[in-house]
């Protein structure tokens, strides 16, 4: 299989750089700046960053982190832009694929390629030499937060306004509102972040809007408002239900937005995207922003607004909201109509093969988790595992969406892609299971070619002792509890320890306890020492090389060997006891990590410490050459 291209190192570009490197598919990922992060990167240098000085995520840090990737537990619930961008950074070098990033490298067009695949040419920052490859598929990260959209049309008199006017992506730090009259048109996010901030060095700060809203508070009982939702019930209960418990929530924590001078909604509660914000409505209270209808028109220095009201200004600030756009596909592949792109599940151009869409939506939870989802789907089509199902099917599902997007929100550019965080999770779920059942042999589906099993795992460590000695250590497996996070003990089922000879392992997570059954199929003295779990076909192997004087020491985790229903028993066991199989694969990884640290820490006490070399032999000394070549 052809490598894939992966466009943008964002939150969504990023999650499809892991998955990928998870599975072991080889990928190129171009980033138009000098580092990770899109639009969580402040000031970022390839010039599509809306991040503003004070920008923090508005979903808590429990649902905004990546599944495979906690954020560290000393993060507000909360977290700023530079917690967020330094997450990222973290995550990339956690995982090894920085090296696979292409920065300064923006992408320029992608076509059809004659015979299949795509010819992706892109344009280095710096030396403005472009190049050309071909891949078999084509991952579209670029997001929809970086082609700001101004009021369409422009409001009448605008062109001539004497004051100021920007649109909100450009908007930086409040400091040049210092002592003017703002104001601030939307009820977003972003413009209720920027109408309180302006609020406090402006003389005067109006909100102007459309319509009503509802504002969400960050905080609910002492809690992330967004822990208080359950997975279940956002999944099971009509929404009326979940309307009525949400109204009371918010009647009970804030009371009603029109207390606050806000109009009164004139749509249902989830029929519009929510603003959340912890600082509007204590503003709007204690008198900082003035509520107003949307603008009429300009004349001069002074904005009209649609009740008649006028008043004197000296800046506007648009958050109107983007254009979803990609100026690298020519309108023949793909044309979006008022920010409306048809797409199977999210991802898919059924027009297109090989075109997918990673974090194009507009979620009502985090991107990060639904950019997760949707790699693992488009690695399982990549890898065979999963096949899409007719044309004229994923045309049907398109039409559905859209239907029940016009049937429940407001007619809006923003209301395109709307998705529900935790059902649609489920939706991708579902999709990955009908793709499985499509790629078995019999079903007429068209399977990608298939890959010939996944890659081992691999965990290599130096240590300061001979190969005969590490390999008594290893192969008495016995002593296997002493290595292992898991393993409680591990005996021979008989005297025999050659190939061949068999052993029982009693392993425990918590009050979890689990028996294996394992064969040894290699052993080969200094050299290397393998055997197979034969309750789940997973083979474990040692490959022990000289190095100096010492050995390097490489552990394999081999699943390829696996049938059908082992797989499945792993992964409904993963998903059992470890929150789910990437959980289970990252563990894993440290697991190794630890098996090969122990184990380096008895063979170099055994050896005894050289001289002049603080800590040696003890365990204590940094790890040096441990690296992950492949995902589980």
């Not at 995550?91 to 299949?116: C, L, N, Q, S």
């Not at 960050?218 to 009509?238: C, E, N, Q, W, Y």
């Not at 914000?277 to 503003?283: K, Q, T």
Request: charge should be positive; charged fraction near 25%; include cysteine.
């Amino acid at each position: 299989m052809d490598n894939v291209c992966i466009i943008g190192a964002g939150w969504s570009g990023l999650a499809a750089c892991q998955v990928l490197h998870e599975r072991g598919i080889g990928f190129d990922c171009y980033e138009a700046g000098s580092q990770v992060g899109g639009n969580w990167r402040y000031l970022n240098d390839n010039g599509m960053s809306s991040s503003y000085r004070s920008l923090h995520i508005n979903t808590s840090r429990k649902i905004s982190q990546y599944r495979s990737y906690p954020m560290p537990e000393d993060y507000p619930h909360y977290p700023d832009h530079r917690q967020i961008a330094r997450y990222l950074d973290d995550y990339v070098d956690h995982f090894g694929f920085r090296d696979a990033i292409a920065f300064r490298t923006k992408v320029v067009r992608v076509e059809p390629a004659d015979g299949g695949g795509w010819n992706v040419t892109a344009r280095h920052r710096d030396t403005g030499e472009e190049t050309t490859r071909h891949y078999g598929s084509v991952l579209v990260a670029n997001g929809h937060h970086w082609d700001p959209r101004l009021p369409e049309p422009a409001f009448p008199g605008a062109d001539a306004f004497t004051g100021t006017q920007i649109h909100s992506h450009h908007y930086k730090v409040p400091d040049e509102y210092a002592g003017k009259r703002v104001v601030v048109l939307g009820f977003g996010n972003s413009a209720s972040d920027i109408a309180v901030e302006a609020s406090t060095v402006s003389e005067r700060t109006f909100l102007s809007m459309r319509r009503g809203g509802y504002v969400f508070p960050k905080f609910m009982f002492g809690r992330a408002g967004d822990d208080l939702i359950s997975p279940f019930l956002t999944r099971v209960l009509p929404r009326e239900v979940q309307r009525w418990i949400m109204a009371a929530l918010l009647r009970l924590t804030i009371g009603k937005v029109t207390d606050f001078g806000l109009p009164k909604p004139d749509h249902k509660l989830f029929n519009t995207h929510p603003t959340v914000s912890e600082s509007l409505l204590p503003r709007l209270g204690h008198g900082g922003i003035v509520v107003k209808p949307s603008i009429s028109h300009f004349d001069g220095d002074t904005v009209h607004f649609t009740d008649g009201s006028s008043e004197v200004v000296d800046a506007v600030v648009y958050s109107t909201g983007y254009r979803v756009s990609f100026p690298f596909l020519d309108e023949s592949v793909i044309a979006p109509t008022d920010n409306d792109v048809s797409l199977f599940h999210r991802v898919v151009d059924p027009r297109n093969p090989g075109l997918y869409f990673i974090g194009l939506f507009q979620p009502l939870g985090a991107t990060t988790v639904l950019a997760e989802a949707q790699s693992h789907w488009v690695a399982d089509l990549l890898e065979g595992r999963a096949a899409l199902p007719s044309t004229e099917k994923m045309h049907r599902e398109i039409a559905r969406y859209k239907k029940k997007l016009t049937e429940r929100y407001v007619s809006s550019k923003r209301h395109t892609m709307q998705v529900d965080h935790y059902p649609y999770l489920a939706e991708l779920r579902q999709a990955r299971r009908e793709g499985a059942r499509l790629a078995k042999p019999g079903t007429g589906a068209a399977v990608a070619p298939a890959r010939a099993g996944r890659r081992p795992e691999e965990v290599s460590i130096r240590i300061e002792a001979g190969p005969e000695a590490v390999w008594d250590l290893i192969s008495d497996v016995t002593r296997m509890g002493e290595w292992s996070p898991e393993c409680r003990r591990c005996f021979w089922r008989g005297g025999k320890r050659g190939a061949g000879a068999r052993f029982i392992g009693i392993n425990r997570r918590g009050w979890v306890v689990w028996v294996t059954s394992n064969e040894v199929e290699e052993a080969e003295r200094g050299r290397s020492f393998a055997f197979r779990t034969t309750t789940n076909g997973v083979r474990w192997g040692y490959r022990l090389e000289p190095d100096g004087e010492g050995t390097s020491v490489t552990e394999v985790w081999d699943v390829s060997g696996q049938s059908d229903g082992q797989r499945k028993r792993t992964r409904s066991f993963a998903q059992m006891l470890l929150g789910g199989h990437e959980t289970h694969t990252r563990e894993l990884r440290d697991g190794m990590r630890m098996t090969l640290e122990r184990v380096r820490a008895a063979a170099e006490r055994q050896a005894g410490s050289r001289p002049g070399r603080a800590g040696e032999g003890s365990g204590a000394r940094a790890v040096e050459a441990v690296r992950v070549d492949a995902a589980a």
